[in-house]
């Protein structure tokens, strides 16, 4: 089954501990992309990548850090978790050209509290 | 810099009843526009997207959008809707060739019997 997912799909931590939450696509998609979901702020990009060693800032990158080893990867790293950071993630892919180009195929979002 | 405006945070509709939700955005060249629907728990989906050609777009369950230049609007419209429809969707804007795609805040659709 084509999907995108996403560990672990729910988080506690304390503040300042390192962690990083894995995102994989089974789809042989080169763009890949984080998001974070508030509520009223609606989905903001993070980070995203066009190809494999290829990323760039989205949005709100500050407090995040990303990699692109391999095509199917791309984990979010938080290095020193603060409570700000509380939040649904999603990761995201879609190809570059065919019927599904500019699509974005998400994942089942990862749920994270910072205490 | 590209914005969306979804200005319903929140709808509600009885069942069989028509859907239209707003969206409207700001960007300084020909937009690629997309409609994406979330359902409790779920990530999102994506219901349809324009890119060119014909203005009125039609997408999965029974959705179609129409792109109106001149009023920079994209809205999402349903005949009528049905109670599975209970969802949150999202508008969103961006440039093309997999540069920054920008989400409105969402508007959440709820159907009453």
């Known amino acids: 089954e084509a999907q995108v997912t996403q560990n672990p799909r729910y988080l506690i931590t304390v503040t300042g501990k390192k962690l990083t939450v894995t995102c994989s696509q089974n789809m042989n998609h080169e763009y890949m992309s984080w998001y974070r979901q508030d509520p009223g702020l609606g989905l903001r990009q993070i980070y995203y990548s066009m190809n494999v060693e290829v990323t760039d800032k989205g949005d709100v990158p500050e407090g995040y850090k990303v990699s692109r080893k391999e095509k199917r990867n791309f984990p979010l790293i938080l290095e020193s978790p603060s409570p700000n950071q509380t939040s649904l993630y999603f990761c995201?892919?879609?190809?570059?050209?065919?019927?599904?180009?500019?699509?974005?195929?998400f994942g089942p979002g990862t749920r994270l509290l910072v205490l | 810099a590209q914005s969306v405006t979804q200005p319903d945070i929140h709808i509600t509709v009885s069942e069989g009843a028509s859907l239209e939700l707003r969206c409207n955005y700001s960007y300084g060249a020909t937009p690629y526009l997309f409609w994406y629907v979330q359902s409790p728990g779920q990530g999102l989906q994506l219901l349809l997207k324009y890119f060119s050609g014909d203005t009125l777009v039609q997408g999965i369950k029974g959705f179609e959008a129409e792109f109106k230049r001149s009023q920079s609007s994209f809205n999402l419209r349903k005949p009528s809707v049905h109670w599975s429809d209970a969802a949150e969707y999202f508008c969103?804007?961006?440039?093309?060739?997999?540069?920054?795609?920008?989400f409105g805040i969402g508007t959440k659709l709820q159907v009453i019997p």
């Open positions: 995201a892919s879609s190809p570059f050209a065919g019927v599904d180009q500019e699509t974005q195929y």
């Open positions: 969103a804007v961006g440039s093309g060739g997999y540069q920054k795609v920008t």
